[in-house]
C-alpha cells in the first residue's frame, strides 16, 4: 500500500492569507492527484502531475510534484473562503488510496 | 467526464436491518466503479471495486458479506449493508473511472450516501 501523509492535518487561517499543503511519501509515483471534498459531496479532481519537478497552476491555486515524484504541495494565493474543504491528495492509479487528507478553513 | 448520482442521500436504519444505496453513472458507461466509505474528520477509504457482471473486488479487511455489491448494468452499481450497526454509520461515496488520452485515470464521484444506524 503507498502511504500519503498529508501536512498540516488541519489548517486554519484568515482570508487573503498564503497557505502550502503537502503530500509526502516514501514511494515513487507515475503520477499524482489533487482533490477537493466540501461537506457533504464527494471529491472533486483538481489537477494531475505526472513530470517530476512539474508545476501547474489553477488560479490561485498552485500544485509542484517532486523532482524524484515521491512528493507533493498545493500552494493557495490570497486563500478565500471558497477554498474551504478537505484537500486530498492519491497517486493517479486505477484505484485510488487516498492521503490523510488536509482540512482547511477559511476565516472571512 | 461523468456526471454520477447517488440514491438515497441519506438514511436511517435501525441496527440489525438492511439498507441499500444505489449509485448511478448518468452519462457514462461505467464497467467499474469504486465505493468509499468515509468516517466524520477523516479521510476517503476505499471498500471495493464494482465489476459490471462480474464479482467485486474488496479491499483488505472490508467484509464481502456484510457490504454486499451488484453491478448489474454499466450504470448502475448499489452496495447493500446488511445486518447493519452503529458502527456501520458513515459517508459512502461511489465513484466512476473515465479513462482519457490525456489523463489515464479520472475519477468523477457522487454525492455521497450518510448512513445512520440507530
Known amino acids: 500500500t503507498q502511504l500519503l501523509e498529508q501536512s498540516p492535518q488541519f489548517l486554519s487561517i484568515q482570508e487573503g492569507e498564503n497557505l502550502t499543503v503537502y503530500c509526502n511519501s516514501s514511494?515513487?509515483?507515475?503520477?499524482l492527484q489533487w482533490y477537493r471534498q466540501e461537506p457533504g459531496e464527494g471529491p472533486v479532481l483538481l489537477v494531475t502531475?505526472?513530470?517530476?519537478?512539474e508545476v501547474k497552476k489553477l488560479k490561485r491555486l498552485t500544485f509542484q510534484f517532486g523532482d524524484a515524484r515521491k512528493d507533493s504541495s498545493l500552494h493557495i494565493t490570497a486563500a478565500q473562503p471558497g477554498d474551504t474543504g478537505l484537500y486530498l491528495c492519491?497517486?493517479?492509479?486505477?484505484?485510488?488510496?487516498f492521503g490523510t487528507g488536509t482540512r482547511l478553513t477559511i476565516i472571512p | 467526464g461523468a456526471v454520477v448520482s447517488q440514491h438515497p442521500s441519506w438514511v436511517i436504519c435501525k441496527s440489525g436491518t438492511s439498507v441499500k444505496i444505489e449509485c448511478r453513472s448518468l452519462?457514462?458507461?461505467?464497467?467499474?466503479m469504486f465505493w468509499y466509505r468515509q468516517f466524520p474528520k477523516q479521510s476517503l477509504m476505499l471498500m471495493a471495486t464494482?465489476?459490471?457482471?462480474?464479482?467485486?473486488?474488496?479491499e483488505q479487511g472490508v467484509e464481502k458479506d456484510k457490504f454486499l455489491i451488484n453491478h448489474a448494468s454499466l450504470t448502475l452499481s448499489t452496495l447493500t449493508v446488511t445486518s447493519a450497526h452503529p458502527e456501520d454509520s458513515s459517508f459512502y461515496i461511489c465513484?466512476?473511472?473515465?479513462?482519457?488520452?490525456?489523463?489515464?485515470?479520472?475519477?468523477?464521484f457522487g454525492p455521497g450516501t450518510r448512513l445512520t444506524v440507530t
Open positions: 465513484s466512476v473511472n473515465v479513462g482519457l488520452v490525456k489523463n489515464p485515470y479520472e475519477q468523477y
Open positions: 514511494s515513487v509515483f507515475s503520477s
Open positions: 502531475v505526472v513530470t517530476g519537478g
Open positions: 492519491a497517486p493517479g492509479n486505477e484505484k485510488l488510496t
Open positions: 452519462d457514462f458507461q461505467a464497467t467499474t
Open positions: 464494482s465489476n459490471e457482471g462480474s464479482k467485486a473486488t474488496y
